[in-house]
């Protein structure tokens, strides 16, 4: 089974620019969660959908934007880049949420990286 | 605030057992986690302790949780030149949002 995908791997960006990031979670997977990760320092949680509804927002500016499809697949949108988003974009993917649920561990992908100049 | 706060750097010698600490805030974490990762690549889950338990054993890894001190560690047995890479430590909220240390770089003298 393909573990979750990420696209595209790299991609340069030019400060102001908008970028679109995808996600396919495992199959079977029903939340999708985001996670920036800067060079050198924890991921850090940007957004989780589940069942196509957004379920949590970590503390990102309105900039981050994501949605996710009817197939489960994810995109991950920011806009007017900063310097400062340049990071490893990384998509979790997992059967449920929620304390108590079985099968809830996240799976990674090989995640995005965005290099804003 | 959550928080989870990790020591950055572990050196270790072939064959010697590696023991990466964790220590963390949320007193309503759910699930502890592991991850690693190496130079390039995305996280990989190595092992999880649900937050009832004290210890978990997974062929060379042992969790060890003690809840009151909210601490958590990670032993590697046997540690191989191939276990070098940055171990995370993550905590996850009600609804598996997760938290994370910035991260232990374990390095494997041969």
């Known amino acids: 089974d393909a573990g979750v995908t990420q696209s595209p791997t790299h991609l340069i960006k030019t400060r102001g620019q908008h970028v679109t990031l995808r996600c396919s979670p495992i199959?079977?997977?029903?939340?999708v969660s985001w996670y920036q990760q800067v060079l050198g320092q924890g991921p850090q949680f940007i957004f989780q959908?589940?069942?196509?509804?957004?379920?949590g927002r970590g503390n990102f500016p309105d900039r981050f934007s994501a949605r996710q499809f009817p197939n489960y697949s994810s995109e991950l949108n920011v806009n007017a880049l900063l310097l400062g988003d340049s990071a490893l974009y990384l998509c979790?993917?997992?059967?449920?949420?929620?304390?108590?649920?079985?099968?809830?561990?996240?799976?990674f992908g090989q995640g995005t990286r965005l290099t804003v100049v | 605030g959550e928080d989870v706060e990790q020591s950055l750097f572990l050196s270790v010698r072939e064959g010697d057992s590696s023991v990466i600490n964790c220590t963390y805030t949320?007193?309503?974490?759910?699930?502890l986690y592991w991850y690693k990762q190496e130079p390039g690549a995305g996280l990989q889950l190595l092992t999880y302790?649900?937050?009832?338990?004290d210890m978990k054993q997974d062929q060379r890894l042992t969790v060890l949780l003690n809840k009151k001190d909210k601490h958590l560690s990670l032993r590697i047995a046997d540690t191989q030149t191939g276990d070098s890479a940055i171990y995370f430590c993550?905590?996850?909220?009600?609804?598996?949002?997760?938290?994370f240390g910035k991260g232990t770089k374990l390095s494997v003298i041969p």
């Open positions: 199959s079977g997977h029903k939340s």
């Open positions: 949320d007193s309503s974490s759910t699930y």
């Open positions: 993550a905590e996850s909220n009600t609804l598996d949002q997760l938290t």
């Open positions: 979790a993917s997992s059967q449920h949420i929620g304390q108590g649920a079985p099968n809830t561990e996240a799976f």
């Open positions: 959908y589940y069942e196509k509804e957004e379920r």
């Open positions: 302790i649900f937050s009832n338990m």
